[in-house]
Nanobody, 124 residues
Framework: QVQLVESGGGLVQPGDSLRLSCEASGGGFMSYCMGWFRQAPGKEREFVAAISWTIRSTWYSDSVKGRFTISRDNAKNTVYLQLNSLRSEDTAVYFC?????????????????WGQGTQVTVSS
């Protein structure tokens, strides 16, 4: 069983940056593909980014490519999401998730464990 705890969300202005963290416990972190998803009010959960356990592969949604960066520190059992050039449409609850497979990392259905989420609000 893996537990995931996100942190780092907050209220920022358009153009600002944030770094989200997701710390895993329960063992096996290094063997999991880690993903970030987000869900805005009234909308479905959508894929943001993912990183393979080897760190050799990363995936991004088109809406965040070039602005967000996913990384992981396997020694700290933590995955990060750097959010730059934030826009109002980035406002959402951000979730991290862990998957035993890297097949279709954009699909929420492959993830075995989810965190509780951290709120990111971008507003002037």
């Amino acid at each position: 069983q893996v537990q995931l705890v996100e942190s780092g969300g907050g209220l920022v202005q358009p153009g600002d940056s944030l770094r989200l963290s997701c710390e895993a416990s329960g063992g096996g972190f290094m063997s999991y593909c880690m993903g970030w998803f987000r869900q805005a009010p009234g909308k479905e959960r959508e894929f943001v980014a993912a990183i393979s356990w080897t760190i050799r592969s990363t995936w991004y949604s088109d809406s965040v490519k070039g602005r967000f960066t996913i990384s992981r520190d396997n020694a700290k059992n933590t995955v990060y999401l750097q959010l730059n050039s934030l826009r109002s449409e980035d406002t959402a609850v951000y979730f991290c998730a862990a998957a035993r497979t890297v097949v279709s990392p954009q699909s929420p259905g492959i993830y075995d464990y989810w965190g509780q989420g951290t709120q990111v609000t971008v507003s002037s």
